[in-house]
């Protein structure tokens, strides 16, 4: 089992940063593919990036790509999302996911909600205008 907690939301005016952080915690013996996903209001949870097993590859959907960087950081056991040239629609609950299966290559990155088996609780950000 694996715990995730994100933090770092917040307020930002458009334009701005932020950079989210999910540290895992329990069994962190073992390296996991990552993502981030987010969930505005009235919607859907939708794919923002995800990171590989290896750490190595990462995909983005594309209304973030060139925007915003996911990095992790094995020895604290932590994944980022670093989000810049922040807009209003990318308001949302972020929530980070990892993947305990070992069904795809180190590399692989998921990219699907389904894939995903341990969530955190989500972190707020909202982008003012």
């Known amino acids: 089992q694996v715990q995730l907690v994100e933090s770092g939301g917040g307020l930002v005016q458009a334009g701005g940063s932020l950079r989210l952080s999910c540290t895992a915690s329990?069994?962190?013996?073992?390296?996991?593919?990552m993502g981030w996903f987010r969930q505005a209001p009235g919607g859907e949870r939708e794919f923002v990036g995800a990171?590989?097993?290896?750490?190595?590859?990462?995909d983005y959907t594309d209304s973030v790509k060139g925007r915003f960087t996911i990095t992790g950081d094995n020895p604290k056991n932590t994944m980022y999302l670093q989000m810049n040239s922040l807009k209003p629609e990318d308001t949302a609950v972020y929530y980070c996911a990892a993947v305990d299966s070992r069904r795809y290559s180190r590399t692989y990155v998921y990219i699907r909600s389904s894939d995903y088996d341990y969530w955190g609780q989500g972190t707020q950000v909202t982008v003012s205008s």
């Open positions: 990171i590989s097993r290896s750490g190595g590859t990462t």
């Open positions: 329990g069994r962190t013996d073992r390296t996991y593919a």
